[in-house]
């Protein structure tokens, strides 16, 4: 959003490898850690306002510590620096209140950052509904996951959960707040809602059916117990969220509304999109998304979000057309490279549950465009020699996708690396019993696709070598 705008941009990261392939020019990445002070000097050298988005919930050790020396490291070095205002994003609920230690040590960060003597504008949020929001996390994980659910009594205490791009825009207008009225701001979406208001949210916007009965006899420590097994959260970081979460987190004071040019989203629509930011973001590339991710594939892969994800690559010695070529040529009269029979067996099935099956073929046995048809595929995404995505249209609890990514592998580019991906986004507890169910046969399908690709590509080489360079129709020019 800062690129859009025109503001140059410097990001602070540990790992600036995995940070700058997403950043564009002139965004600078500068490698440095908030709890080494020395590392934030060259950082904030220039910086009109920084941002202060960091909190170590998820340490091993005393969270409150380490929030506490990275507030300060951070402060002194804006001060050294020059810095004319730190704007920073921490936790709703009131000082008077008997806070979590969490919430808690949100409200001393900014303090902290305030005693460094450079002008803070702190928002307090209630719950982030977004991608990536440990809140929003839990909920999409319980939701997934537990049809029915027996609930704590922390599930109705009331708060006002805030969409992230809302969030995101007051960040931005903080940016030109004059410097008198940088102070703090308590932001919140347009409802006053519950945790069980928000699951049910998006159990609408996911189509699927939620009952909760709540009880009374669920501690904090007991469900933070039960969140570790059934969510991706582990559990003292989900012990941590619940003993905020029992808070009432709402709006008491106005002021964000009257300063700001910022009119907050409510939460249907800021589940909505949320989901439809998912959409977007894992749309452009799976090869950037496991890389970066850092994620190590278990049983049933890996999962980004509600998305199951199985990822495998191979590398051949042919330059990228020629390595794409079979891929263009896959289903209809080609096949799909091995288990053909029971890619016809899934087919029949799917006819029998009133779907497509695999009698539309393919308009070409060649070329292909967005928006083909490939049997029960069709073509979501296409850049010539380097991509093909493909959108499930058979009967799946879900939705599903197969893509293809094929990259020069080597200086001189004679050979390539094809990455195989294949991505299901559930519906509920059925829909991730059936990739789980199926995910052994998908290794056997599709690694042997992958492997038959590899052969079909041996083939085409060495039909365009006996063919010669002066036989007519010849592609050796390609090659």
């Known amino acids: 959003m800062l690129e859009r705008q025109g503001y ?29 002070r020395d590392s934030l000097d060259t950082a904030l050298r220039g910086i009109e306002a920084a941002y202060y988005l960091v909190h170590s919930m998820g340490s091993t ?63 307090r949020a209630s719950i982030v509904v977004g991608p990536g929001s440990l809140s929003f996390e839990m909920i999409r994980s319980l939701v997934e996951r537990l049809p029915f659910m027996i609930t704590p009594t922390w599930v109705n205490v009331p708060a006002q959960p805030i969409a992230v791009d809302d ?94 040019p910022v009119r907050p989203m409510g939460i249907d629509e800021a589940v909505r ?87 539309r073929g393919r308009p070409s046995p060649t070329a292909l465009r967005v928006g083909d048809t490939v049997d029960f595929w069709r073509v979501e995404a296409l850049e010539p020699d380097r991509r093909l995505r493909l959108i499930a249209e058979m009967k799946v609890p879900g939705r599903a996708w197969l893509e293809f990514e094929v990259t020069a592998d080597g200086g001189d580019g004679s050979s390539s690396t094809i990455r195989q991906t294949a991505v299901f986004d559930p519906v ?3 829909g991730r019993a059936y990739w789980y169910a199926l995910f052994p046969l998908h290794q056997l399908v599709f690694g042997g696709m992958l492997k038959g690709i590899a052969r079909q590509i041996a083939v085409d080489r060495a039909i365009a070598v006996d063919r010669g360079p002066n036989h007519s129709g010849s592609s050796s020019e390609s090659l």
């Open 428 to 430: 509920g507890l059925f």
């Open 167 to 260: 969030v995101l825009a007051y960040l931005v207008a903080a940016l030109q707040l004059p410097v008198a009225q940088c102070r703090v701001y308590e932001i919140g979406g347009a409802d006053q809602v519950s945790y069980a208001d928000i699951m049910r949210a998006y159990a609408r916007q996911r189509g699927m059916r939620l009952r909760m009965i709540s009880v009374p006899v669920l501690t904090p420590y007991l469900s933070s117990l039960w969140l570790g097994l059934v969510t991706p959260l582990y559990a003292r970081i989900g012990r941590k969220l619940i003993e905020s979460i029992i808070h009432s987190t709402v709006v008491r004071d106005d002021a964000a509304l009257t300063t700001f």
């Open 273 to 359: 999109r949320a989901l439809a930011s998912e959409d977007l973001q894992y749309a452009t590339r799976w090869s950037d998304a496991l890389s970066s991710s850092g994620a190590v594939p278990t049983w049933g892969g890996v999962q980004f979000g509600s998305r199951l994800v199985d990822s495998r690559t191979l590398t051949v010695a042919a330059p990228p057309a020629v390595a794409f070529a079979p891929i263009q040529r896959i289903g209809g009269d080609t096949g799909w490279y091995a288990w053909n029979g029971l890619w016809r067996l899934r087919g029949f099935l799917d006819l029998l549950a009133g779907g497509v099956g695999l009698r």
């Open 8 to 36: 140059r941009v410097r990001c602070l990261a540990r790992r600036p490898e995995i940070l700058t392939p997403k950043t564009h020019p002139p965004t600078e990445v500068v490698a440095g850690d908030i709890l080494d």
């Open 61 to 123: 050790g005393s969270f409150e510590e380490a929030d506490r020396q990275a507030a300060k490291n951070f402060g002194d070095a804006a001060k050294a620096a020059g810095v004319g205002r730190i704007i920073y994003l921490g936790g709703l609920g009131r000082s008077e209140d008997a806070l979590s230690p969490h919430l808690r040590s949100r409200h001393e960060v900014g303090e902290i950052l305030r005693r460094s003597g450079v002008p803070v504008v702190e928002f």
